[in-house]
Nanobody, 125 residues
């Protein structure tokens, strides 16, 4: 059974940093795209960052230069480093994965089959 489990959310002040982790188990995680999505209640969710099987990363414009996605294949874990946080970054962040080595649209939810339970990020001024 495939599972993805997020951790590392919490509270931070504007300009602060957090690091999210996503550990996948149950399949050949190392070869497939991993991504982070976020959602605020009452709003549509959005893809934040994705890293494909060869390590290439994609970011939504609003986080470029502030967030970094990475993966440690030995640990079956993907990370999202959140720097220079803004109040609008507050959301529940979800890790997602699937069976694609590379996606044409890696920040679209339709490309993913497995989702974690989410971890909350709250940024306050």
């Amino acid at each position: 059974q495939v599972r993805t489990v997020e951790s590392g959310g919490g509270s931070a002040q504007v300009g602060g940093s957090l690091r999210l982790s996503c550990t996948a188990s149950g399949y050949g995680f190392n070869e497939f795209v991993m991504a982070w999505f976020r959602q605020v209640p009452g709003k549509e969710g959005e893809g934040v960052a994705a890293v494909d099987g060869d390590g290439s990363a994609t970011y939504i414009d609003s986080v470029k230069g502030r967030f970094t996605i990475s993966r440690d294949k030995a640990k079956n874990t993907a990370y999202l480093q959140l720097n220079s946080l803004k109040p609008e970054d507050s959301a529940t962040y979800y890790c997602a994965t699937g069976y694609a080595f590379k996606l044409d649209y890696p920040l679209e939810a339709a490309g993913y089959s497995y989702w974690g339970q989410g971890t909350q990020v709250t940024v306050s001024s």
